[in-house]
Nanobody, 123 residues
């Protein structure tokens, strides 16, 4: 049974940093593409960052490129999203996902999702 449990969200001031964690179970993490997504109230869910291979490469949305970093720790079965230089526009519920169904890992075509964690960027 696939399970994803997210944590690390909270309230942070503009320019601050947060590190989100997604603890996984029920599958081998190093063989599964992973993605981070976010959704604000009234907005569509959008891709933020993903890793579709085991070579360390990653793909980022233009809005977060240079500020966010996705990484995995296979021994801990955990995927992380390091978020730096946060902006109010980054405020959203953040989700991790696995088992890609589409051709691009930034698309929302995944079979399994976590419960989400709230990130609020405000002064």
């Amino acid at each position: 049974q696939v399970r994803l449990v997210e944590s690390g969200g909270g309230l942070v001031q503009p320019g601050g940093s947060l590190r989100l964690s997604c603890v996984t179970s029920g599958f081998t993490l190093d063989f599964h593409p992973m993605g981070w997504f976010r959704q604000a109230p009234g907005k569509e869910r959008e891709g933020v960052a993903c890793n579709s291979s085991s070579d360390g490469s990653a793909t980022y949305a233009d809005s977060v490129k240079g500020r966010f970093t996705i990484s995995t720790d296979n021994d801990k079965n955990t995927v992380y999203l390091q978020m730096n230089s946060l902006k109010p526009q980054d405020t959203a519920v953040y989700y991790c996902a696995t088992d890609l169904a589409g051709s691009s890992c930034l698309n929302i075509e995944y079979h399994h999702w976590g419960q989400g964690t709230q990130v609020t960027v405000s002064s």
